[in-house]
């Protein structure tokens, strides 16, 4: 254990002051930068979607950001408030609104960046069990943020263990970089899959496509209408109660699968009530038509009810396979037609008038078959890696913890 002192952060600090406030009509493209809540994002300073504000010259000597500054933000939701950033030198003239709080350090006893990694690390946690609730929002104000406590050591033990932790954050920031960069290249290649799946060039013992655009000899065309059975429950949400039968809602089918979690539930009497239309059948494919739209995932054996914004999809067994239409669904040439049909101002649906008219390839049965086959054999790979990828994002971030841990009880120096 170390032994460095704890103490108040309002005795390391110079001053606080709570952003300025002002109307919308002061914001204008010629005015100063001015940072928001949503500028400050894992203990840095995210340059995005910068508002600019135009202020008086005793506004701007008031509310000016200086290299060394802390920013704190004192209202956002309970898990958000009290995030942090230290302003950088060589920015422009910088201002803060008021749903923030500057700090700034005696940099004489207190080093800004050793004081911002003590804030990421037990900051949020402690404000967000303080905070008042105000509207839907929490709210920390500046007695609570000088109360927080830090471990201060010598300015001189400060700045070497900023160094130290910026040295192991920058190696995890670059193996982090790496691992996003093959869970981009992954949805990329299932994406080709996908594509190669309905065009024809899935399979060996058949010729690829030149390209032309033309169906591959033996494939054809048809409508949505023609090859399956609708069974539309959107417009239909039951009353929920607090167990029973899982009841799916849009944000329960995700990438090709359903997602047994967050979920509500019908007693069997509700069930028996709504679920009138049709009952899914195994095998049914379910189809999201509106938040989102556009995910599928294939009917378990379990029973459940459906909300709105799910259709149930039941392909013509004479002439196409759940599985392939699953695929033709998540593709890439399909869901590029499906978003030309979506229709709203907010978010974007499609109706099962506008989803019929849609067309589907159809290859023989044979060959629909294989081609599942082959992609599901991919498509495996292609999870197993990815979930290789997040566990070892997972795996960095718990790192980065760790690292602060070990910093601030003075065994990573």
Not at 315 to 325: K, R
Request: proline fraction near 5%; include cysteine.
């Amino acid at each position: 254990m170390n032994t460095w002192p704890q103490v108040r952060l309002g005795e390391v600090t110079e001053s606080m002051k709570n952003g300025i406030y002002k109307p919308a009509s002061a914001y204008a493209d010629d005015g100063y930068a001015c940072l928001r809540m949503y500028n400050i994002d894992d203990g840095k300073l995210v340059w995005r979607d910068i508002k600019r504000m135009r202020l008086s010259r005793d506004e701007l000597s008031e509310y000016r950001l200086l290299p060394g500054d802390l920013l704190v933000n004192r209202v956002n939701s309970r898990e958000l408030v009290g995030k942090a950033a230290v302003i950088p030198v060589g920015l422009e003239p910088l201002v803060f609104e008021s749903k923030n709080i500057r700090l700034r350090l005696l940099r004489d006893r207190a080093d800004p960046k050793f004081i911002n990694y003590q804030l990421l690390l037990n900051g949020r946690r402690h404000f967000a069990v303080n905070a008042q609730q105000v509207v839907g929002m929490a709210s920390v104000n500046q007695k609570q943020l000088a109360d927080f406590s830090i471990v201060l050591p010598p300015l001189d033990i400060q700045r070497e263990a900023v160094a130290e932790i910026e040295k192991q954050f920058s190696r995890l920031d670059e193996a982090a970089a790496s691992l996003k960069r093959t869970k981009a290249n992954l949805k990329r290649y299932r994406a080709a899959v996908l594509k190669a799946a309905v065009e024809g060039k899935m399979l060996q013992t058949r010729k690829a496509n030149e390209g032309d655009g033309s169906l591959p000899t033996g494939w054809k065309q048809e409508t949505v209408k023609d090859s399956l059975q609708i069974i539309d429950y959107r417009g239909r949400t039951p009353p929920f109660s607090a167990s029973g039968i899982p009841h799916l809602r849009s944000s329960n089918i995700r990438d090709g699968q359903i997602v047994w979690s967050n979920l509500a539930y019908v007693t069997e009497e509700t069930y028996r009530e709504y679920m009138t239309r049709g009952i899914p059948k195994e095998g049914d494919v379910l189809f999201t038509t509106e938040a989102p739209m556009g995910e599928a995932a294939l009917v378990p054996r379990q029973k459940f009810s459906l909300a709105q914004r799910i259709m149930v999809l039941r392909p013509n067994p004479e002439f196409l396979t759940s599985h392939f239409l699953m695929i033709q669904l998540m593709s890439h040439q399909f869901q590029a037609k499906l978003s030309h049909r979506g229709t709203g101002s907010t978010v974007t649906g499609v109706s099962s008038r506008n989803f019929q008219p849609l067309s589907l390839v159809i290859p023989p049965l044979d060959e629909q078959q294989e081609i599942a086959a082959e992609v599901e054999r991919r498509l495996s790979v292609i999870k197993e890696l990815d979930a290789s990828v997040e566990a070892n994002l997972t795996r960095a971030e718990r790192l980065r913890q760790a690292t602060l841990q070990y910093a601030f009880s003075g065994r990573l120096l």
